[in-house]
């Protein structure tokens, strides 16, 4: 079983910087294909932010583009997301999904999400 788990997040005045990470570790033999990460606000639906290939080809929403960087170490399991210029509407529980590969299986993997808070 591969295990997904979140971190770096806090608390962060407006316009200060953060950077999450996200990383992949089990038991078993396992490859990684896309990364992405997910946030969720008070009241409001899980969203997605931004997204990075097993090519490294990125996606942003455009509430966070030019702000936020999406990138990954694949030989450590690892996905970061540098967040720049925050806002207080950036604030939410921010969730990582990885597809994880065993074997002919693939499946997404949600880690247990890290709160970003911006605020004076």
């Known amino acids: 079983q591969v295990q997904v788990v979140e971190s770096g997040g806090g608390l962060v005045q407006p316009g200060g910087s953060l950077t999450l990470s996200c990383h992949a570790s089990?038991?078993?033999?396992?490859?990684?294909?896309?990364m992405a990460w997910h946030r969720q606000a008070p009241g409001k639906q899980r969203e997605l932010v931004a997204s990075?290939?097993?090519?490294?080809?990125?996606s942003y929403a455009d509430s966070v583009k030019g702000r936020f960087t999406c990138s990954r170490d694949n030989a450590k399991n690892t996905a970061y997301l540098q967040m720049v210029n925050l806002k207080p509407e950036d604030t939410a529980v921010y969730y990582c999904?990885?597809?994880?590969?065993?074997?002919?299986?693939?499946?997404?993997?949600w880690g247990q999400g890290t709160q970003v808070t911006v605020s004076p």
């Open positions: 990075i290939s097993t090519s490294g080809t990125t």
């Open positions: 999904n990885m597809v994880i590969m065993i074997q002919r299986s693939a499946s997404g993997s």
């Open positions: 089990g038991s078993t033999t396992f490859n990684i294909g896309a």
